[in-house]
């Protein structure tokens, strides 16, 4: 059986569709598949794999590119069984549209609502996803990852609540198919003091990340800081990612005088990441939006303490004050106090640690790929 994995990003780039396109790629070569994988590309340079990896380089005008990837899916798709697309806009719209004239089994992964994304990001919209999704007119990006989800034979979502959300757009039921998201995390092994120095900030880190997107909430938690460190004078707040929002935290940084309390360090590797988790005291996620956190988890596998906001995925893995705490999205009372009785209750911490490391065993690598497996055969 021949599979093509049809994608955005890919590694080197990093993400979580580039990681779980490589897993997937890795697994089905592992497994007897004959496996193709196409993406955007900004390295020219080849790289050693197991399957034929075809780029499309994104030194092409936006339009340009985006014609080049469709005229190579066109010979790639007649070689193929099925097209597993992991995203329904930008590979997704031209993968279905071959899909349909070579008569292929077209398989579409959703992670989140890029339209929505795409309208935040360009300022276009301040509401969050759910009041989004309640408006009637959303734009072209919306119009066509709902006919790219119609049209496909089978949706992936890596949680009940994209799947809601999927199936808001019109798309019939029992074509959803939930599939977690893994997480694929090495823990670092140094102390905790050793992992400090290693990043050069000292205290008692509090560490989040994430793209950094207006709905992450990243705003709320430097706004917060003064307060925090009135608990405790030791409190450093870490902000791991990179995006459009990172001059803007870094200035509010600068206007409240925190250039030392609080730590933009743009975007690690996982080795580095695993280096942080294993510097941190508590983890917080202030997101107004998640499809599946892998940072949770990725927390959780780290033995960190963890507190989030009380949307979509994040309660899917969270049981309130069982493994970790939930919070009102962007509230400052309900977050301050959270990580305040986290801090000052070690037996507390040693529970979320015990029931957090319990929890990342559901969300084992090997069930991802069998169940993935298993929607893209039957």
């Known amino acids: 059986m021949h599979i093509l994995i049809a994608t955005g ?12 396109g490589e897993i997937m790629a890795n697994a089905l070569v592992k497994q007897g598949f004959e496996v193709q994988v196409i993406t955007y590309s900004s390295n020219s340079s080849d790289r050693q794999t197991v399957y034929k990896l075809t780029k499309v380089s994104r030194k092409w005008p936006k339009g340009l590119r985006h014609f080049i990837y469709f005229c190579r899916l066109f010979f790639l798709v007649r ?12 590979v997704g719209r031209s993968a279905s549209f071959w899909a349909k004239v070579f008569k292929n ?10 339209a929505w994304e795409m309208a935040v990001a360009k300022g276009k919209t301040s509401l969050l996803i759910d009041d989004f999704q309640k408006i009637a007119k959303r734009g072209f990006l919306h119009s066509v990852q709902v006919k790219t989800c119609k049209k496909a034979d089978k949706v992936i979502v890596p949680s009940a609540y994209l799947k809601r959300i999927v199936m ?10 939930i599939v977690y998201n893994a997480v694929d995390f090495k823990k670092s092994d140094l102390p905790k003091e050793e992992a400090r120095k290693k990043i050069g900030i000292p205290g008692n880190i509090i560490l989040s990340c994430g793209r950094l997107m207006p709905w992450k909430g990243f705003k709320m938690l430097i706004k917060v800081m003064p307060k925090l460190l009135e608990i405790n004078q030791f409190f450093r707040l870490v902000i791991v990612g990179d995006g459009p929002e990172r001059k803007n935290l870094e200035q509010m940084v600068k206007n409240m005088n925190l250039d030392r309390k609080v730590y933009v360090v743009g975007k690690k590797s996982k080795e580095d990441l695993a280096v942080y988790f294993a510097a941190s005291d508590i983890f917080v996620l202030n997101s107004g939006y998640e499809g599946f956190s892998h940072q949770i988890l990725e927390a959780m596998a780290a033995g960190v303490p963890v507190v989030a906001s009380a949307i979509s995925g994040n309660k899917e893995v969270i049981d309130q004050g069982e493994n970790g705490f939930l919070v009102k999205y962007n509230d400052e009372f309900n977050l301050i106090e959270a990580i305040k009785g986290l801090w000052q209750n070690s037996e507390l911490r040693e529970e979320f640690l015990e029931k957090g490391l319990e929890t990342v065993k559901k969300f084992g690598l090997d069930r991802m790929i069998q169940e993935t497996i298993k929607q893209l055969v039957s």
Do not use: C, M
């Open 168 to 177: 808001g757009w019109g798309v019939q039921e029992n074509k959803i198919h």
């Open 79 to 90: 070689k193929s069984d099925t097209i597993l697309a992991l995203n329904a806009v930008s």
């Open 105 to 114: 089994k077209f398989i579409v992964r959703i992670v989140g609502d890029y």
């Open 9 to 20: 990003i890919f590694p080197p780039d990093i993400g979580g569709p580039a990681t779980y």
